[in-house]
């Protein structure tokens, strides 16, 4: 039951070039949305959320577009550094009650120098 | 910058043992889950707690598995009896709020548990 995708298990991007990670949801529920970023051995960081009211969401060199009527969200990092190197995971919640996250797969990025 | 923290960084036990891994949760936050990340697999959500109770469990969150806030500080996940299939990385996470007011997870580092 993937209520939350993200179709690219890999991304390979040249530093200073725009990264773009989808994601996918089939939950109509769903009205936040965060990205994670992810290090080898360390706990899931907070990157950058977005609310189902809007759709688009700012912060420095990290940018996430939300459609709605797509249910897709994407994630734009520009430009891309080598320290951006990990795995990013998507992840959304439902303004139910329910505090949970429903996270992808994940996509782990490389940004090669 | 606070963060959450977890003991021990890595566990390894026997089948059929008892566990207990430990969190300290960001000091303001009022809500409090353990997920985990079996390897090669996605996060899964296992549990949150508000208040001194269960708030939501998920289906893997069966009779083995119990959450405990013995003070104020610590927020424990006890595995009774411990399956090879447990086996996992284990992510304590803190908020400080929920129900209907969106605001960011904050993760610890993980415990991985290995059950030989």
């Known amino acids: 039951d993937q209520q939350v995708k993200q179709n690219s298990p890999s991304l390979s991007v040249q530093e200073g070039r725009i990264s773009i990670l989808n994601c996918d949801y089939t939950?109509?529920?769903?009205?936040?949305f965060l990205w994670y970023k992810k290090y080898p051995a360390e706990g899931p960081t907070f990157l950058i959320s977005?609310?189902?009211?809007?759709d688009k969401n700012e912060d420095g060199r990290f940018t996430v577009f939300l459609n709605k009527s797509a249910k897709h969200l994407s994630l734009h990092i520009v430009p891309s550094q080598p320290g951006d190197s990990a795995v990013y995971f998507c992840?959304?919640?439902?303004?139910?009650?329910?505090?949970?996250?429903?996270f992808g797969k994940g996509t782990k990025l490389t940004v090669n120098p | 910058e606070p963060e959450v923290t977890q003991t021990p960084s890595h566990q390894v036990t026997q089948m059929g043992q008892e566990v207990i891994l430990r969190c300290v949760p960001i000091?303001?936050?009022?809500?409090f889950y353990w997920y985990r990340q079996i390897l090669g697999q996605k996060v899964e959500f296992l549990v949150s707690?508000?208040?001194?109770?269960?708030?939501?469990k998920s289906e893997i969150f069966d009779d083995q598995f119990s959450v405990e806030r013995p003070d104020g500080s610590n927020f424990t996940l006890k595995i009774r009896s411990t399956k090879l299939e447990d086996s996992a990385m284990y992510f304590c996470?803190?908020?400080?709020?929920?129900?209907?007011?969106?605001?960011?997870?904050?993760f610890g580092q993980g415990t991985r548990l290995t059950v030989v």
């Open positions: 996470a803190s908020s400080e709020e929920g129900r209907g007011l969106n605001t960011e997870a904050f």
């Open positions: 939950n109509s529920m769903f009205d936040y």
């Open positions: 977005i609310s189902s009211i809007k």
């Open positions: 992840a959304a919640s439902a303004n139910s009650g329910s505090e949970k996250l429903v």
């Open positions: 000091s303001n936050h009022l809500y």
């Open positions: 707690f508000y208040n001194n109770e269960i708030s939501e």
